[in-house]
């Protein structure tokens, strides 16, 4: 049975961490002092995805500071080095740059149904926020990353990057 959260503990951060081993390598991983640094300042980043009470899949999204978004546009800073200091609280009514740095689906569940249940969920989820999302920006480093730019964000590659291709684009279904 699946079912999306959107609150996340430290259980739940390290399964997280466990997926991206499956799909991401080196410092794509993300770490759980860094998880939970940014989860200080919002807790509201994560979407998750289980299948039997199991992590199969999240959305990691991040309102950030307008200097970072141009910063990471540029390819000056990555996203594993954003600090709790360049990420914004969700706030009714305010626009915002955000960073999608992950958007992940176990390789057993990488058909249509996970990701599209995954991507509703998160939608759901930022649409409670009655907020306005400027630009949306991401570094795909995998095939499921880059179908999601394309196919959800309507997305432009803008440059390549270490590991990947730099995308920037609005999510449609906000708009």
Known sequence: ??????QVNDKLIYEMIELDKLV???????????????????ADIYTVLLYN????????FI?????IYKLFKMRRIAD?????????RF???????????????????????????LWLGFIKHIKKFQIHINNVIMDCVTDIGKR???????????????????????IIDLV
Request: glycine residues 8%; positive net charge; aromatic residues 12%.
């Open 1 to 6: 049975m699946y079912k999306i959260l959107t």
């Open 24 to 42: 991401f390598q080196g410092e794509d991983i993300g770490s759980f002092e860094k998880c939970k640094e940014w989860l200080s300042v919002n």
């Open 53 to 60: 009470n199991r992590v199969i899949g999240y959305i990691n």
């Open 63 to 67: 309102p950030i500071d307008d200097d």
């Open 80 to 88: 594993f080095q954003i600090t709790k200091n360049d990420i914004l």
């Open 91 to 117: 706030e009714k009514g305010k626009t915002f740059n955000c960073l999608f740095t992950s958007i992940v689906i176990h390789p057993e569940f990488q058909t249509g149904f996970p990701l599209i249940k």
């Open 148 to 170: 999601c730019a394309k196919n959800y964000l309507k997305a432009k590659k803008i440059r390549k990057s270490k590991h990947g291709e730099i995308y920037e684009g609005r």
